[in-house]
């Protein structure tokens, strides 16, 4: 007589704690030591890997520790595994001299890959604003299809909706997340002044409404006055541009136009004024009595100097 229950076979734990996906998941999710020859950058990725003082540190950590965070790659169809989140520390341990690099596998489309990869680069802290602005229209374009995929038939919605998603997974508002989009307009001499902070960004931003011959006769202007737009003067050639009254001419006097620094402006607060003043004293009053009082200091010291 056979024992009751003996053909009874019991789960594992780990069968009993988790769903069929998350075992699936977990099997996925093995880290796996691959050599760096099967290694690809992403397609236009669009981060530089610089060799700079962090990278130094990196490669300094990869020789003594290894890479302590895998990276994430997926399946190639030519063979490999493209990267997409671990670039900078695959160049690090090329140049620590390393041959393998714990990754995990993972199968994502297009889409997925896209918006993980921007994701996980989007925290480091110097990142340039082109790649910013290259980084946020790739995810808003994967967002986009994605959102076009679910049925979201009102272009509008989708738009703003995969902006807002963008500015979520950015840490950044929505509106500064649709400027540097507006930056991927300007043509590339442009956007390289803008990373070498010979630009400023919001009137970058301005200058990004101008169409590339438009931009281009801007350049020209700006470099043959030898000065950099303010926000003002930017918004004027905009509104110049839009009015269809844009030239190299324009240009040229806008960018003539001298500015007012802030240097050359010496502001005393009102409060501080009224302290020497009755309060009787208008604004003008106390003007002028500044004024007698500076030309009198002034005949001083000329009297002085000519002692």
């Known amino acids: 007589m056979r024992e009751y229950g003996s053909n009874i076979n ?66 190639r169809k030519d063979g490999g595994y493209e990267i997409v989140a671990g670039h900078r520390r695959c160049h690090a341990s090329q140049r620590a001299g390393v041959e393998t690099m714990p990754c995990i596998v993972r199968d994502m489309d297009d889409d997925t890959a896209i918006i993980l990869m921007v994701d996980s680069n989007c925290q480091r802290e110097h990142i340039l604003p082109s790649e910013k602005a290259k980084a946020y229209e790739m995810k808003l374009a994967a967002i986009k299809r994605q959102g076009q995929r679910r049925d979201l038939t009102s272009g509008q919605v989708v738009q703003k909706l995969s902006v807002q998603e963008v500015a979520d997974g950015s840490g950044e508002g929505y509106k500064t997340v649709q400027r540097f989009i507006r930056l991927t307009n300007l043509i590339p001499e442009l956007l390289d002044m803008v990373d070498e902070k010979k630009i400023s960004f919001n009137p970058a931003v301005e200058l990004s409404y101008l169409d590339e011959s438009q931009q281009r006769d801007f350049f020209e202007a700006m470099n043959d006055t030898q000065n950099a737009p303010s926000l003002s003067q930017a918004q004027q050639l905009k509104k110049m541009a839009q009015q269809g009254e844009f030239s190299y001419e324009k240009a040229f006097d806008v960018m003539g136009q001298e500015k007012k620094s802030e240097k050359d402006t010496v502001t005393i607060k009102n409060e501080t004024l009224r302290k020497y003043f009755p309060r009787s004293y208008t604004p003008k009053q106390m003007e002028e009595k500044i004024i007698q009082l500076l030309d009198a200091w002034q005949k001083k010291q000329q009297r002085r100097n000519e002692r």
């Open 10 to 75: 019991l789960p594992s734990l780990d069968n009993l704690f988790s769903s069929e996906q998350e075992r699936q998941e977990a099997k996925l999710e093995k880290i796996q030591i691959l050599p760096l020859t099967e290694l690809h950058p992403f397609r236009n990725h669009p981060f530089q890997v610089r060799d700079d003082d962090e990278m130094d540190k990196m490669v300094d950590s990869v020789k003594e520790y290894g890479v302590m965070t895998p990276a994430i790659v997926r399946p």
